[in-house]
C-alpha cells in the first residue's frame, strides 16, 4: 500500500470530557498516536481537516472533504468521520476514481474504557489494504457498501439496509 | 461473510498472569469477549484447539490445526496464534483450497493496556471479508503474504524479507 | 473497621456517554464494581442516594445526603459527589458526630481510560479507616479540611485556601 | 504532608512483559507516572533502590531498605514492593521512629487492565497522611498492622491472622 492518507473530520471517536464545561468535546484526531502505539508497518498522514459531531456535517463540509481527498495522490484513504452521517458522507465520496477509501469512526470516544474506537480503526486499516477503489465504511466489525448500510440509531448500530 | 470460524491456538495474545505461581500462563481465548464487547455484526464461531507459546507449536500441531479448518464448511477463518511461528503456520495452511484463511497475534497479552491485541484483531477481521481465498498474516497493522514476511525478532515486529 | 457505609450523589465520576442523545448521563455508580474488582477486605454497602451533577445539587438535596448519613448506624462513610460543590456538601455534613465521613469524586469520569476516579476511590478508602471522626474529602491525592480547600475551576484542581 | 519519600522496591506492581524473552520482568517503577497522572497535590521523590520479586527480597536487601528509610528526613514514605514477603520486610522496618511508613504493591502487574495498581496506591496515599508513626500495609483496600496480617497465598489476599 501507498502512503495512506487519513482525513479526519471529528465524531465521537475524538470526544473527550472537558470536566470545565461539564461537557464533552471533540479534541485532536487519536488515530495517529493509536497507530503510533500499534506500530504500524506502512507510511501514513494525517489531515485533520475539520471536527464535527456528524449530526452538524453539512454539503458545503462533504465538498470540502471530497475535495481534500479528490486532490490528493493518495490512492488509499482512511477517514474518521461520526456516525450519524457517515453513510451520507461515503455517498458523496463514491464518485471519486482509482482510490479505495474506508470511513470508520466510533460509538464511544477513543479515549473511553472499552470502546469500539481502535477495533474499528484497525478493521479499516485492514480493509483498506485489500478493498477495491471505491468508497466503504467499516462498522461494527464489517465492510459495508455505503448503498446497502445504515445506522439504526435505536440500536446505535449499523446494519443492512 | 458466512460464519466466521475463529481458531484459537494460544500465543501472547491469550497470556494472563498468575501470581500464584508468579508466572504467565496462557489463559482462556480472549477473542471472543472482545468481539461480543465490539458488538460485531457477523456470526462467528470460537474453536480453541490449543494453548501453546508458538515456539512450542510442533509440525503435528499444525496438522491438527490444518485438519480442523480444511474438515470445517467455513469459507473464512480467523486464526489466532503466537507470533513466533506465525509465518510457518501460515505456511501450511496455504495449501487450503476456497478459504480466506488470516492468521494474527499480539505482541503484547489482550490484557495489557496498550496492547496490540484489538487492534490487530481488528485488523484481521477487516481483511479476511475482502481477501481472496489463501493464507495471510495481519501484524503491525499490514497484510502480509507469508511468504514474503518474517518475524524480525530483535525489533519485535514483522517485515517484509 | 465496620462495614462502611457508600452514599452515591452522581458527579463526574459516574457520568457515560450515550451516542443516542450524543450526550453524556450520570449513569448507575461505579464505585460498587471497582470495590468489587479490587476485592476489598472490608464489607460494604452502597445506598445510590441521587444522580446529580454537583452544580445542579441544592440545600435540599444536601439534607437528603445528610440525613441518610445521619441516620444510618454506620461509624464509616465515604461520599462520592461531584466536584463542584463538593467543599459545600462536606461542611454541611460537618456537624454530624462519631462518624468518619469522606467525600471524594473525579475530574473525568470512572469509563475514561485514565481516569483519577479509583486512584481517588483508593485514596478516599485509605483515610476513611485511618481519620477521626468528621467530615473530610480527599482528592488530588491529599487529604483535606473542607474548611481549608476548595476547588480552582480554572486549574481543574483542588487546593488550599 | 511532608514530601512523601516513595520507596520502590519491585514486586509483581512494576512486572512487565517482555515478548522477545517470553516472559514477565520488572521494569522501572510505575508509581511516579501514576502520581503525575492522577495530578497529586503534594510532592514527592522516588528512591528505586531494587528490582526484585519479593520471594527473593534477603535480609540483606532489607537492611539496604531499612538503611535508605531510616537516613531519610522524611517523615512519610510509601513503599512499593512484592506481596510475597511484604509484611516481613514491613516488620523489618517497625523499629523506625518518627516516620509513618506505609507498604503496598499489587496482585496483577500496573501495566494490566484491571490491575489494583492504582487503587492501592491510592489506599496507601491515603492511609500515609492519616496514619500515626509505625510500618503499616495497605491491601486489598484495608490498613494493617503487619504484625496482625499474612499474605494468603492460595485465595492470593491479604487476611488477618
Redesign the interface.
Known amino acids: 500500500?501507498n502512503k495512506l492518507l487519513i482525513v479526519t473530520t471529528g465524531g465521537?471517536i475524538d470526544?473527550i470530557?472537558f470536566?470545565?464545561m461539564?461537557?464533552?468535546q471533540i479534541g485532536e484526531p487519536q488515530i495517529g498516536q493509536?497507530?503510533e502505539?500499534?506500530?504500524?508497518?506502512?507510511d501514513f498522514e494525517v489531515k485533520a481537516i475539520m471536527r464535527k459531531?456528524s449530526?452538524h456535517v453539512t454539503d458545503a463540509d462533504r465538498q470540502v472533504i471530497h475535495t481534500a481527498i479528490a486532490k490528493s495522490d493518495a490512492t488509499h484513504v482512511l477517514i474518521t468521520h461520526g456516525?450519524?452521517s457517515m453513510v451520507k458522507t461515503a455517498l458523496t465520496l463514491a464518485d471519486i476514481k482509482h482510490k479505495t477509501m474506508v470511513l470508520t469512526g466510533a460509538?464511544?470516544?477513543a479515549?473511553?474504557?472499552?470502546s469500539?474506537a481502535?477495533?474499528?480503526?484497525?478493521?479499516?486499516?485492514?480493509?483498506v489494504?485489500?478493498?477495491p477503489p471505491g468508497a466503504w465504511i467499516?462498522?461494527?466489525?464489517?465492510?459495508w457498501n455505503p448503498k446497502k448500510v445504515k445506522k439504526n440509531?435505536k440500536k446505535?448500530?449499523?446494519?443492512a439496509t
Open positions: 500500500m465521537t470526544k470530557y470536566d470545565d461539564s461537557d464533552y493509536i497507530l502505539q500499534m506500530q504500524v508497518g506502512f459531531d449530526l456516525t450519524d460509538l464511544n470516544p479515549k473511553f474504557r472499552d469500539d481502535v477495533f474499528n480503526i484497525g478493521c479499516a486499516v485492514g480493509a489494504q485489500t478493498l467499516a462498522m461494527n466489525g464489517c465492510i440509531r446505535n448500530r449499523f446494519e
